[in-house]
Antibody, heavy 116, light 108 residues
Framework: EVQLVESGGGLVLPGGSLKLSCAASGFTFSNSWMHWVRQAPGKGLVWVSRIPGGVGTPTYADSVKGRFTVSRDDARNTVFLQMNSLRAEDTAIYYC?????????WGQGALVTVSS | SHDLTQPPSVSVSPGETASITCSGDELGDKYAWWYQQKSGRSPVLVIYQDAKRPSGIPERFSGSNSGNTATLTISGTQAVDEADYYCQTWDTNTAHVIFGGGTKLTVL
């Protein structure tokens, strides 16, 4: 059974940092593209970042480029999202999802709240 | 424009057919995907590559994509289908994923 489990969410001050993790199981993680998608309270889905399986360059939405960094540890079947210089508008549920051009499996999400 | 436009809401009576549209420049030249998101839950893929159904998705869900519009059709809509629906495509130039704004389907 495919499982994606996010962790690391919480409350952070504006300008602060937070690192999300997504632990994967039930499939060959090293070959899989992984993404982060976020959803602000009461709003729609917004793509944040993707990291290819194997060799490849991560890609970011313009709204987070230069502030967020996606990485992966294939030995631990885990993908990460390092979020720096956080803003109030980054407040959202952050989902990790598997897929190359679409997302066939999603995690349960991690809530990130940026507030003073 | 790389935006995808969906109607904010669609209402349908039980047993009737619901159609949710997704519009974007030359969308028919790309693939479209559709996700269902029930309240408080993670999204679920219901249509991929315009018209294919993943395993476990009921046959009443179907999709099409031509010109500038992709359409998700739910035949014989049931109360359990009440949810938000999102279309999605892929910008091959930037490698960015694009979501539509979402449509709230109400089954009256």
């Amino acid at each position: 059974e495919v499982q994606l489990v996010e962790s690391g969410g919480g409350l952070v001050l504006p300008g602060g940092s937070l690192k999300l993790s997504c632990a994967a199981s039930g499939f060959t993680f090293s070959n899989s593209w992984m993404h982060w998608v976020r959803q602000a309270p009461g709003k729609g889905l917004v793509w944040v970042s993707r990291i290819p399986g194997g060799v490849g360059t991560p890609t970011y939405a313009d709204s987070v480029k230069g502030r967020f960094t996606v990485s992966r540890d294939d030995a631990r079947n885990t993908v990460f999202l390092q979020m720096n210089s956080l803003r109030a508008e980054d407040t959202a549920i952050y989902y990790c999802a598997r897929g190359e051009y679409s997302f066939d499996y999603w995690g349960q999400g991690a809530l990130v709240t940026v507030s003073s | 424009s790389h935006d995808l436009t969906q109607p904010p809401s669609v209402s349908v009576s039980p047993g009737e057919t619901a159609s949710i549209t997704c519009s974007g420049d030359e969308l028919g030249d790309k693939y479209a995907w559709w996700y269902q998101q029930k309240s408080g839950r993670s999204p679920v893929l219901v249509i991929y590559q315009d018209a294919k159904r993943p395993s476990g998705i009921p046959e009443r869900f179907s999709g099409s994509n031509s010109g500038n519009t992709a359409t998700l059709t739910i035949s014989g809509t049931q109360a359990v289908d009440e949810a938000d629906y999102y279309c999605q495509t892929w910008d091959t130039n930037t490698a960015h994923v694009i979501f539509g704004g979402g449509t709230k389907l109400t089954v009256l």
